[in-house]
């Protein structure tokens, strides 16, 4: 089995996420969720959240599906890197992405979201990717989709093809030769505590030289900037007039009018090279002359995040096999 749905940007004006059509229950009802690699709980809003915090979002109601069943004295509470959450109980109900169903799929009903989550009303829930290890379901933690899937997929991969303002593709039980330029190069996954976490061997900035240095950090779809050590982003922002690291917009800012230089991130002996224009990420505010940057600080997060400013520059494999691995190619 196999299957295909697409990633729409949220709001192209820049890309703050992807969603992608999901079906669940009987009768199917559709809502768009972020699908994310960085985290693994499948949360939803539904009809159980609280109404003050739900803001045009579509909701799974389970009680007008004939094959939900509540998993009695589940619950579960998850906490986002950037401060955000939400907090629930469980259903399992049929879940369908791009014809592959799953039948029996923990379906995480919100009872309460955070206000970014209120506030993105084309995001109706989370679709997590990440290892199931990371699962907040208490008392017995969940499988992802993706594990569910996996015995019944071709291959047990799914792909991630992420455009700048475009719709792109994510592939499950399938590597599709037409979406990648060269060879993929698939590198090692450290799945402990549960990201898909690897380790790039270097950058270049511009057309500058190459930069041998390791940097481990995680693939997440659901991150929409890319945040790096210091000394990267440091030389990245040096060679761009005017741009400063703001304290008060909580990172770099630049002239809109800057011709970002592009940045290129080693992964084996090959390398993903991310297009200038994919780093400015958006004006700080409608109509500002000062814009923010795609390329970040990672130095607070405690962990550097391949967000979709970079994802979007590549075709990214997440071979769930045995070792897990992920492959990178150009496009
Ligand atoms: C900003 C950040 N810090 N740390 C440690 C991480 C992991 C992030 C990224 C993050 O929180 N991503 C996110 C947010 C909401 C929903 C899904 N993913």
Redo the contacts with the bound molecule.
């Keep these: 089995e196999k299957g295909s749905a697409p990633a729409i940007p949220v709001d192209p004006r820049f890309d703050i996420a992807y969603v992608t059509p999901v079906t669940i229950g009987t009768p199917p009802q559709t809502l768009y969720l972020d699908f ?1 690699t ?2 693994s709980d499948l949360w939803v809003f539904s009809s159980h959240t609280l109404a003050s915090q739900v803001r045009g979002q579509m909701i799974y109601s389970p009680e007008k599906s004939t094959t939900a069943k509540l998993l009695a004295g589940h619950t579960w509470s998850i906490r ?3 401060g ?1 959450g939400s907090l629930g109980n469980v259903y399992t109900d049929n879940f369908t992405v791009g014809g592959v169903t799953v039948t029996s799929q923990a379906v995480q009903t919100a009872q309460q979201v955070s206000t970014s989550f209120t506030s993105e009303s084309d995001i109706h829930g ?1 679709v997590g990717l990440g290892f199931s290890t990371l699962n907040t379901v208490y008392p017995n933690g969940q499988l992802t989709f993706f594990d569910n899937a996996k015995s019944q997929l071709d291959s047990p991969v799914f792909t991630a093809d992420l455009k700048w303002k475009k719709e792109g593709t994510y592939d499950f039980g399938f590597i599709d030769e037409t979406k990648y330029t060269g060879e993929i190069t698939y590198l090692p996954v450290q799945t402990d505590p549960g990201y898909w976490t690897f380790t790039s061997s270097g950058y270049a900035v511009g057309d500058g030289s190459f930069n041998q240095v390791s940097i481990s950090g995680i693939a ?1 779809t ?2 929409s900037l890319t ?1 790096l050590p210091t000394a990267v982003v440091t030389s990245y922002w040096r060679q761009v007039e005017g741009a400063v690291n703001s304290q008060y917009y909580g990172g770099y800012v630049f002239p809109c009018s800057s011709k970002l230089p592009s940045f290129t991130f080693g992964v084996g002996s090959a390398n993903i090279t991310i297009p200038g224009s994919y780093i400015n990420y958006a004006q700080i505010t409608e109509g500002s002359p000062t814009c923010f940057g795609g390329l970040q600080s990672s130095s607070g ?3 550097n ?1 391949w967000g979709d400013v970079a994802l979007k520059a590549a075709f990214v494999v997440f071979n769930g096999g045995n070792p897990p691995t992920i492959g990178w190619a150009r496009k």
Excluded: F, H, V
Aim: hydrophobic share 30%; glycine share 18%; proline share 0%.
């Design positions: 994310d960085g985290s986002y890197g950037d955000s989370l997440d659901a991150t945040y997060l405690g962990i995040i």
